[in-house]
């Protein structure tokens, strides 16, 4: 790795969180920018201690706003950028929520053109996009710019036109462009550690608040409510949920220690270009299905090709996860000939999300209450 500091933006989120701790263990001299709220500075500290990272060289912190042009900063700061010249761009706004269309274009495209302006010396910009930005594409989606129009939400919509903003303009001003595109990322598959849990987590959480109030209400009260929704409990207290999840696909999921590891290696190698970081082992819904029920007492889950919309039950499942739906049905895959001629060449081989990964993730988000004791 060269001698040039980094700007990492995005360093309080999961993924440049997670990169921006590893590269400050390693020793590189890093520009770390926080989200607009106040407090970069300990924000930072308390994520280094979280990741266990003693740093060798102090990073310079500042808080940005990156839909301000300027990134909001003041002129200190602001100047520091003009040595910067490499860039590693991890802000984004990762919500699928209709309403924050503005706010998405806002952060995700408009974004990605202020942090390229705000550094002028830039050489080599990284930008992280997602595997998602292929849309409703079929088939095998490949290593290189997407071409689609249709999207399951707004957010694959802006990261899409965000990846267009990047090429656009570094190709205009000559810098090497590395777009990232993972799948799916969930904890560290050996310790299950993680700062952000959703995507992956969110309908295990969702089954595992259903169990807890079925359970209560049997418990604590007649259990009428559970009995009229059709769930009951065992005498071993494992809770029946009878509910039923879209599960004609295959979803691809990484752990963010094979993200972090895969980025240094692609950045290691100088390559330029496209390059899907994915599973090249997919689970199926009903394999999650069945970890959740094994580990967390529950029984009853099934799965369905189509969506199921019978019951009460099944209602409110369907109000909590619809926005996942689409990637519970997902039967493409993502080539990876370009990643892997770099990431098998460096020995690096993507961890499975196995019985063991899925339940030390899981219980790693349980035990810090899906992230309410990881707010950085
Ligand atoms: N997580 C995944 O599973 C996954 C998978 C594939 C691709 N990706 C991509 O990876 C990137 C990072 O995702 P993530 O999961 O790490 O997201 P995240 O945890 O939500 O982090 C987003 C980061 O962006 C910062 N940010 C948001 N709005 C900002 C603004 N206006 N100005 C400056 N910074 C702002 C946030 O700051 P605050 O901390 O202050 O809010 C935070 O540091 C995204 O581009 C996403 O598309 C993620």
């Not at 969930?186 to 109030?213: E, H, I, K, Q, W």
């Not at 959740?292 to 099934?302: A, K, L, P, R, V």
């Not at 993502?334 to 219980?363: A, I, Q, T």
């Amino acid at each position: 790795m060269n001698d040039d500091p980094v700007l990492i933006t995005g360093a309080t989120g999961f993924l440049g969180g997670f990169l921006a701790g590893e590269l400050v263990r390693r020793g590189k001299r890093t520009f770390l920018a926080a989200g607009p709220q106040a407090g970069a500075v300990d924000r930072i500290r308390r994520l280094l201690e979280f990741l266990d990272v003693t740093p060798k060289y102090s990073p310079k912190v500042f808080s940005s706003d990156i839909t301000k042009p300027g990134l909001g900063l003041c002129p200190e700061d602001a100047r520091a950028l003009d040595t910067i010249r490499e860039v590693i761009h991890c802000a984004a706004l990762t919500s699928f929520s209709h309403r924050e269309r503005a706010r998405l274009e806002a952060v995700n495209i408009d974004g990605t053109a202020n942090i390229l302006d705000a550094v002028p010396a830039c050489r080599r910009f990284y930008h992280m996009s997602t595997a998602y930005v292929a849309g409703k594409a079929s088939g095998t989606c490949m290593e290189e710019p997407v071409s689609t129009r249709c999207f399951n939400n707004h957010y694959e919509a802006t990261k899409k036109k965000a990846e267009d903003v990047a090429m656009h303009v570094c190709q205009g001003r000559n810098i090497d462009l590395t777009i990232f595109r993972p799948s799916i990322t969930c904890g560290d598959s050996r310790t299950g550690r993680s700062t952000r849990f959703n995507a992956l987590y969110y309908p295990v959480r969702v089954m595992l608040f259903l169990r807890d109030t079925i359970r209560k209400d049997i418990l604590e009260r007649d259990g009428s409510r559970a009995y009229s929704l059709g769930a009951s409990m065992d005498p071993s207290g494992r809770v029946r949920l009878p509910v039923s999840l879209p599960g004609a696909g295959r979803i691809n999921v990484i752990p963010v220690n094979y993200l972090v590891q895969a980025v240094i290696a692609v950045m290691e190698s100088g390559a330029t270009g496209i390059f899907h970081l994915v599973n090249p082992r997919e689970n199926t819904v009903g394999e999650l299905a069945s970890f959740t029920e094994d580990f967390y007492g529950i029984t009853g889950i099934s799965i369905s090709r189509e969506l199921e919309a019978d019951g009460p039950l099944q209602a409110l499942v369907n109000s909590y996860m619809k926005v996942y739906y689409p990637y519970f049905c997902d039967g493409r895959s993502f080539d990876r000939k370009r990643s892997d001629r770099v990431l098998l060449n460096e020995g690096l081989v993507c961890p499975s999300l196995n019985r063991e990964v899925f339940k030390v993730c899981m219980d790693f988000a349980i035990e810090m209450d899906w992230g309410a004791r990881t707010e950085f």
